[in-house]
């Protein structure tokens, strides 16, 4: 905190599910006499960012299924983390694309 101003300067990167939030007590004092002063209470929230990206584990699946799988199978679990905290963490999944190889011809269809 700067004395003859009174801004208060971030001096590094806070941690958010370290230092969730801080308090702390700014005591200012005048030039008289007797010095008379004055305490604030300050509390800052940290807010956290979406910092990283999620990841699947393993990042690349090939699979098989059978033709005569009953429709609504369950053909693979796809497992991916975030380590980002509280709800940046959560996951939705979106298929882009759908491969789909049959007699040797691929067809691409995008689904949005």
């Known amino acids: 905190m700067d004395p003859a101003t009174g801004v ?4 590094q990167p806070i941690s958010q599910p370290t230092y969730p939030n801080m308090t702390f007590t ?8 007797p010095s008379l002063n ?11 960012v979406n910092a990283h990206a999620p990841e699947f584990t393993p990042p690349y699946v090939e699979m098989e299924t059978r033709s005569d799988s009953p429709v609504g199978s ?3 679990t796809l497992n991916v983390t975030d ?3 509280g709800k940046l963490s959560a ?3 979106i298929l ?8 040797n011809r691929i067809f691409m269809q995008r689904h949005f």
């Open 74 to 76: 369950s053909v693979y």
């Open 91 to 93: 996951c939705d999944f």
């Open 26 to 33: 700014v005591l200012a004092s005048d030039g008289g006499q």
């Open 8 to 11: 208060i300067t971030q001096k």
């Open 83 to 85: 380590p980002d905290s």
């Open 38 to 48: 004055s305490t604030a209470l300050v509390f800052i929230v940290v807010n956290a």
């Open 96 to 103: 882009e694309v759908c491969r789909v190889v049959i007699s």
